[in-house]
């Protein structure tokens, strides 16, 4: 921004213009900004760069008052500018804009060392308000805090960063913490590994920090408890003016121990899980649920017979314990032997040899056929919505484990809740895209769901039913108007489809629908000049529009207001908040369905 004549003024006067840096990598937000930050040039000078590398070039020749950045950016991201910020210019308040938001984040603000968090989308209003704020609060005091150690295992997790932080201090030494999508899983300090050389660094003040690669070759993950444990765990010793080295391995493990071995497991990853049921079993061999959880993370029969004769005679009134024996001897029935390797269910732990299609205890499906076939027995449905709860509430935290989500989708499958079964699949097949396994398992649903529809259809009438509200589908993606079509089908609307804006305008000659859907990328014609073409004819303009987008962009949303859309969903969206959104906007519509 060029500097303004009431700028000079004060230049020349002798007065000292405050300095904003702004950094992110899209120039379209950053002109948005430029021209909504013209209200507050008379009290500060706006610099923007794109990212962190231009940033620290600006810093070298001016002087900030504060830095406002995104976390995502090429060449030099937003978190590397922190740590530069924390080393360089520990004394200049930073907001940092994100697109997740995070509770732990918000009430950690003085920890992080971070004036605030402004969490996509957010209006241009909040944004003025927030820098206002910051320049009112460098006019009444100076003393800020650099980011700390643990702010940094936050904002990596945050930003779900695979990298090395190491951190360094003048006379207690140094250390590295490996992260992996985000989440801590290995730390080193000296001869001290895991969870003790996390808590020893996260114990240091005045510490350096810098950020590295993760090396080619893997890294052994020894990090049983939560970052979120670890840095209590720092906080609490060092208000008693403590070290990690006062405590012992098992003292300092044990309590975290079997809940993180267990997430593990139910969210797949036995191979992760092993050791450290192992290592907890070694310090405490009379752990009746440390053997049962060992017994089903195991995939060897001889093995899971005796984790679980462990924990039957350690415990022999516990009622999962006995459930499971009846399991696993049902198992032994079925024909696994003791010396056979075996598949588990991920919802009931059967075991079973070979590749099973049916598990042969809860009688879920564990798999979706090419062709709908009738089973023998109904799925145990209590058991299945336990399982269903279950992988949501790994998923709470583990976003982008691909198994959690798949079994997700495959317990609501075995539900009879396809819609839910089609969103949790696509996601799946979004994590894991060169999978054709995960493909393939959508598709074979989505054909499923369209011969179920015509078997309703040819039960019922061909037309579609006009007591029934019609929503119009713009996306060039035949996938995703497969998903959407089979959710919003399976919540009771008609649904009609368009592969892009010139089909979907002559769709509307054909009809009015209750509401559209529609994508933004698009061949031929974009989403913003669809939806300029509907807002501007007296017939169409009043029809709801719920615009779909894959960045959850602030500067999408401002094109997409000023065009006159009502809503945004950013894929992969949930089920609950599609239907909930095209509820909203359909009680708010009084058009009637016209289609024939």
């Known amino acids: 921004m060029q500097e303004t004549g009431s700028c000079n003024v004060r230049q020349q006067w002798g007065l000292v213009m405050k300095r904003v840096l702004v950094v992110d990598d899209s120039k379209e937000i950053l002109d948005t900004l430029t021209l909504a930050l013209k209200s507050l040039e008379s009290r500060f000078i706006l610099d923007t760069a794109s990212n962190g590398k231009e940033a620290v070039e600006i810093l070298k020749n001016h002087s900030v008052s504060v830095l406002i950045t995104d976390l995502y950016m090429p060449v030099m991201d937003g978190l590397e500018l922190l740590i530069y910020m924390n080393q360089n210019h520990p004394k200049v308040p930073c907001l940092v804009i994100t697109g997740y938001g995070s509770p732990v984040l918000k009430a950690a603000d003085d920890q ?44 990596i997790n945050l930003e779900r ?24 899983y290995s730390a080193q300090c000296g001869d001290v590994n895991g969870d ?28 049983i408890c939560s970052s979120k444990s670890l840095i209590l765990k720092a906080e609490a010793l060092k208000s008693k003016g403590l070290s990690a080295e006062n405590e012992s391995e098992s003292e300092f493990c044990q ?38 959880w060992y017994s089903r993370i195991s995939n060897k029969m001889k093995i899971i017979n005796v984790a679980l004769k462990n924990a039957s005679s350690l415990d022999p009134d516990n009622r999962e314990i006995a459930e ?42 564990l798999f979706i056929p090419e062709k709908i076939t009738g089973s023998a027995q109904k799925p145990n449905q209590d058991l299945l919505k336990k399982a269903a709860l279950r992988f949501t509430r790994i998923l709470a935290v583990q976003r982008k484990n691909h198994k959690a ?34 493909k393939d398992q ?68 054909e009809g009015i629908p209750a509401l559209i859907l529609l ?25 709801p529009i719920i615009m779909l987008t894959a960045k959850d962009s602030l500067i999408s949303k401002v094109k997409g207001k000023l065009a006159g859309c009502d809503d945004y969903l950013t894929k992969p969206f949930r089920h609950n908040i599609l239907t909930t959104k095209v509820r909203e906007y359909l009680h708010e519509s009084e058009v009637v369905t016209a289609y024939s």
């Not at 989500?405 to 969103?423: C, P, Q, S, T, V």
């Open 442 to 509: 959508l598709n074979f649903l989505l054909a499923q769901m369209e011969f179920k529809k015509s078997l309703s259809d040819e039960a019922g009438s061909l037309q579609p039913d006009k007591t029934k509200k019609t929503i119009l589908i713009v996306d060039d993606s035949s996938t995703i108007r497969k998903v959407l079509r089979t959710i919003l089908f399976e919540d009771g609307f008609e649904v009609v489809e368009a592969e892009n804006g010139i089909d979907a305008l002559a769709r509307l000659n």
């Open 161 to 184: 960063k695979s990298c090395i932080l190491l951190t360094s201090h003048p006379e207690k030494g140094a250390g590295r913490f490996f992260f992996v999508g985000g989440e801590l």
């Open 519 to 543: 994508d933004i990328i698009m061949p031929e014609m974009d989403g913003y000049e669809v939806l300029s073409a509907i807002k501007k004819s007296n017939a169409y303009k009043d029809i």
């Open 196 to 223: 003790k050389a996390a808590v020893k660094m996260l114990c240091w003040e005045n510490a350096t920090h810098s950020i590295e690669n993760l090396p080619s070759e893997a890294v052994a993950p020894n990090i």
């Open 255 to 292: 309590p975290a121990m079997l809940d993180k071995a267990i997430k593990l497991a139910e969210g797949g990853n036995a191979e992760h899980a092993q050791p450290i049921l192992a290592k907890l079993l070694k310090h405490n061999p009379r752990n009746a649920e440390g053997w049962l």
């Open 324 to 365: 499971e024996t009846i399991t696993i001897s049902k198992a032994a029935k079925a024909g696994c032997k003791e010396d056979d390797t075996v598949q588990r269910c991920p919802f009931c732990w059967m075991p079973a040899v070979g590749y099973a299609f049916v598990c042969g205890n809860c009688n879920a499906q």
């Open 405 to 438: 989500r798949f079994y997700l989708g495959i317990a609501h499958y075995n539900l009879g809740n396809w819609g839910k079964a089609a969103e949790q699949l696509y996601k799946t097949k979004m994590i894991v895209s060169t999978d054709e396994f995960y």
């Open 112 to 155: 992080l060392g971070i004036y605030a968090f402004l969490e996509k989308p957010f209006s241009l209003e909040m944004l003025l308000k927030n820098i206002d704020g910051v320049l009112d609060h460098i006019d009444q005091s100076d003393n800020t805090s650099g980011v700390s150690i643990a702010g940094f295992i936050e904002l």
